[in-house]
Antibody, heavy 126, light 107 residues
Framework: EVQLVESGGGLVQPGGSLRLSCAAS????????MSWVRQAPGRGLEWVAS????????YYVHSVTGRFSISRDNAKTSVYLQMNSLTAEDTAVYYC???????????????????WGQGALVTVSS | DIQMTQSPSTLSASIGDRVTITCRAS??????LAWYQQKPGKAPKLLMF???SLESGVPSRFSGSGSGTEFTLTITSLQPDDFATYYC?????????FGLGTKLEIK
């Protein structure tokens, strides 16, 4: 059974930092892109960042570029989101999600998300 | 960035009804579209991918169609478990984007 368990959420002051972790199990971790998707209170879903299976490629939504960093440790089957310079607009539930890939012409691309964690709440407030 | 517009934002329906949710992309995304269902306090659940492919384990009363810029999610014979919020997501190009959601309520 695929399991994704987020941790590290909490209350942080504006300008502060936080690191989210997602522990994965039940599948071959090294075969999948991993991603973070967030949802502000009462709002819709927003893709935040993705990392390729081997960690060689990383992608970010514009609003977090330069502030957030996604990484993974394949030996620990975990993915992380380092969040710096946090603002109130970053307040959200952050979901870890497994991404499937589509391969064509020798390249593989992240497509959609087939398994999600339960989410970690990040609140940015003074 | 590709904008995804869903309509309606809220939909009221009864058990047994057939409902359709529309998702429009601001530019062509071929068939690179997924649909998710989310219930309050829970993580999203994948329903459909590649516009019309049903995820394993999802009931066959769910179906999807469309390509290019216009897509639909149809639920035939609504069941109590179907009342939730539905999101479309494009994966044609980064940044991947979601629609704002359609809340399906019991009439």
């Amino acid at each position: 059974e695929v399991q994704l368990v987020e941790s590290g959420g909490g209350l942080v002051q504006p300008g502060g930092s936080l690191r989210l972790s997602c522990a994965a199990s039940g599948f071959t971790f090294t075969s999948y892109y991993m991603s973070w998707v967030r949802q502000a209170p009462g709002r819709g879903l927003e893709w935040v960042a993705s990392i390729k299976d081997d960690g060689s490629d990383k992608y970010y939504v514009h609003s977090v570029t330069g502030r957030f960093s996604i990484s993974r440790d394949n030996a620990k089957t975990s993915v992380y989101l380092q969040m710096n310079s946090l603002t109130a607009e970053d307040t959200a539930v952050y979901y870890c999600a497994r991404g499937l890939t589509y391969c064509s012409g020798g390249a593989c691309y992240l497509v959609y998300f087939d398994h999600w964690g339960q989410g970690a709440l990040v609140t940015v407030s003074s | 960035d590709i904008q995804m517009t869903q309509s309606p934002s809220t939909l009221s329906a009864s058990i047994g009804d057939r409902v359709t949710i529309t998702c429009r992309a601001s530019q062509s995304i071929s068939s690179w579209l997924a649909w998710y269902q989310q219930k309050p306090g829970k993580a999203p659940k994948l329903l459909m991918f590649k516009a019309s492919s049903l995820e394993s384990g999802v009931p066959s009363r769910f179906s999807g169609s469309g390509s290019g810029t216009e897509f639909t999610l149809t639920i035939t014979s609504l069941q109590p478990d179907d009342f939730a919020t539905y999101y479309c997501q494009q994966y044609d190009s980064y940044p991947y984007t979601f629609g704002l959601g359609t809340k399906l309520e019991i009439k």
